[in-house]
């Protein structure tokens, strides 16, 4: 799991370090090097399938007519809603044969480095945990409900398996020329808040708002946030809240434009140019698509 809450802050120049970087922290106890622990799956207790199943039951509900048909279909291939908490192994083995990805267990976020290393292999770190029934709509760390259901569908789609790969190779990219905090808003605005159009509808397709009871229907529905076309350049320069409502979702016209026009950019010149640029507000981030 990757919660991008990096300072949007342009990184100062590079001094001449007086004491060695900052060791990336050890796994906890019980996870391998890659922070990657065993599922455990019989620890799930009935509160917490029970939970699921709320969970579940509630969000699509939701959901319906609101998400791209990749989600949807997503969601039907892998059989989320089997009833209960899944089973990684199971899911994985109908997510693999379809797109090379499988989810891993970990038991909270991780590092940036490891994140990035996973999808760069095809593999989703998603919490080895579920958020108490008093806490249905707050969460402190994203849980096994927003990683798998959230963001689990869209990896079953080709397009989308080959987009979330190449994020993870360009994370590793950023992290080591300090353009992190870009890449992570080129994540965030696709990943886990993007809006697509499709049959002439604004539907999501993004994690964060798949997942959420409250702002799936805020990021459609309501007056407040702007809703600019998908415009890299833009997207790279616009922070974000992690904690509150986003007051701006960018809209995708396709995914074969989001994967064309990142496969077709030079990223690190794009990071350099927009740093004299200056950043923006999402309140400011372009002229709202009408939906
Ligand atoms: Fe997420």
Not at 166 to 184: M, W
Not at 197 to 205: M, P, S
Not at 223 to 240: H, I, K, M, S, W
Not at 246 to 267: H, K, N, P, W
Request: charged content about 25%; overall charge negative.
């Amino acid at each position: 799991m990757f919660k991008p809450d990096f300072v949007a802050a342009a990184p100062a120049p590079a001094p001449v370090p007086l004491t060695p970087a900052p060791l990336m922290p050890a796994p906890p106890p019980g996870a391998a090097a890659d922070w990657t622990v065993p599922e455990r799956w019989d620890k799930f207790t009935a509160e917490d399938h029970r939970v699921w199943d709320l969970l579940f039951a509630r969000q699509q509900e939701r959901l319906a007519g609101r998400a791209v048909r990749d989600f949807e279909d997503g969601l039907d291939v892998l059989r989320l809603g089997h009833g209960g908490i899944p089973r990684l192994s199971e899911l994985n083995a109908r997510l693999e044969p379809r797109t090379g990805w499988t989810v891993v267990a970990v038991p909270g976020l991780v590092p940036d480095e490891i994140f990035f290393d996973h999808l760069s292999k095809r593999r989703f770190p998603a919490g080895n945990f579920i958020r108490s029934a008093a806490q249905l709509d707050y969460l402190e760390e994203p849980d096994i409900f927003h990683d798998v259901f959230g963001h689990v569908p869209m990896l079953a789609q080709p397009r989308v398996a080959d987009f979330m790969q190449k994020l993870g190779e360009a994370g590793l990219r950023a992290i080591g020329t300090g353009a992190l905090h870009r890449l992570a808003r080129l994540y965030w605005y696709t990943v886990e808040f993007g809006l697509a159009r499709e049959d002439g509808a604004l539907k999501i397709y993004g994690a964060g708002l798949a997942s959420s009871f409250g702002e799936c229907g805020f990021s459609l529905d309501s007056a407040e946030p702007g809703r600019p076309p998908f415009d890299l350049r833009q997207v790279l320069r616009t922070r974000y809240k992690s904690d509150a409502f986003q007051r701006c979702y960018f809209v995708i016209e396709s995914f074969e434009q989001l994967l064309d026009t990142f496969a077709g950019s030079d990223l690190p010149a794009l990071y350099q140019a927009v740093e004299s640029e200056g950043d923006l507000d999402p309140a400011e981030a372009g002229e709202p698509v009408q939906a």
